[in-house]
C-alpha cells in the first residue's frame, strides 16, 4: 500500500504517519527528517539544504524527488510506504507519477490531515515550551516567525495537491483537531 500524508507543518502528520506506518509494517519516508540527517551528517546535499529549511523555504522539487526516487528502491518498500512531507508541489507529485508509473506502482490513498492555522501556532508555541523544558535542542526552524512563512508556503505550494489528488479520487480529509487516539481511529477507517 502507497500511502501520502499531506498536512500542514505541525498538524501531527509525524506522529499519525509513525502509528500507520507501523501498524501496516511499511517503513515512513519523511523527507524532512532525511534532509535533517544529511545535514547532522554534514554532507554537501546537507549544506545546500540547511539555508533553505532554516528560511522555511522548500527545497528544490528535483533533490527531494531524488531522494525519494532512490529511497523507494530498497527492499523495504516492497509492500509499500508511507510518504509524509513529499510531494509538497503539484511538480514533485508529477514526478512522483513518473517514478511510481515506471516501476508500473500507484498511490493508493492521499489522507489530508486538516487543522486550522491558529491551532498550529498555538500548538507550536507548546511544543517549543514543551521541548525547552525536557532540555532538548528546538528544531532551528521552529519559532514563530519561520513557522508562520512554513504556513504561508504549505497554503501556497502544497494545498494545491488536494485538488489535484481529488480528481483521481484518492483524498480522505481527516479532522485533525482531535485527540491523537482519535485522529489515529479516523486515518484507520480511512485506510482500511
Ligand atoms: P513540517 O512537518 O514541520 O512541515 P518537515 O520536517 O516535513 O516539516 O520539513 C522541514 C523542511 O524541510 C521544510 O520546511 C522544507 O524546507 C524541507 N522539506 C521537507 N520536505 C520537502 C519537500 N518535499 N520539498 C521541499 N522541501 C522539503
Redesign the pocket.
Known sequence: MIIIFLG???AG??TQAKRIAEKHGIPQL????M??AAIANGTELGKK?KA??DA??????DI?AGIIGDRIEEPDCKPGFLL??????VK?AELLDQILKNKDRKVDVVLELVVDDEALVERLNSRIAETKARGEEVRS?DNEETFRK?LG??NDQTAPLVPFYKEQGLVKSIDGMKSIDEVTAAIEVAVS
Request: charged share 30%; proline share 9%; hydrophobic share 25%.
Open positions: 500542514p507543518p505541525g502528520k509525524g519523511s523527507t524532512g527528517d534532509l535533517r539544504c533553505i529549511m522555511g523555504d522548500l527545497v528544490s522539487d527531494v509524509d512531507g513529499f510531494p509538497r508541489t514533485q526552524d512554513r508556503v504549505y
